[in-house]
Nanobody, 114 residues
Framework: QVQLVESGGGLVQSGGSLRLSCAVS????????MGWYRQPPGKQRELVAM???????SYSDSVKGRFTISRDNAKKTVYLQMNSLKPEDTAVYYC????????WGRGTQVTVSS
């Protein structure tokens, strides 16, 4: 069974940066498309970035040009580098399979102050 542990969130001022990490245990990590999702307060969860083997990336329009997703297959870890953060990026961030999510982890809270 795949388990997901997100980390790296926090409180940051508008314009700041954070780097999120997601450790994945179980499964065949290197073959999975992996995504970062977020759920703002009172809203539905949305996919914001995805990386497919061997490294093809895609982003939602809301984060394109500011966020970068990457992965380290040896460490079974997915990263999300977030730059030029905006208050509207405030959300709980989760990682999961890019198209067929497993059980969700706890996520990591990102709060961007104006």
């Amino acid at each position: 069974q795949v388990q997901l542990v997100e980390s790296g969130g926090g409180l940051v001022q508008s314009g700041g940066s954070l780097r999120l990490s997601c450790a994945v245990s179980g499964g065949l990590f290197s073959i999975y498309p992996m995504g970062w999702y977020r759920q703002p307060p009172g809203k539905q969860r949305e996919l914001v970035a995805m990386i497919k083997p061997p490294g093809i990336t895609s982003y939602s329009d809301s984060v394109k040009g500011r966020f970068t997703i990457s992965r380290d297959n040896a460490k079974k870890t997915v990263y999300l580098q977030m730059n030029s953060l905006k208050p509207e990026d405030t959300a709980v961030y989760y990682c999961n399979h890019g198209s067929r999510p497993w059980d969700w982890g706890r996520g990591t809270q990102v709060t961007v102050s104006s």
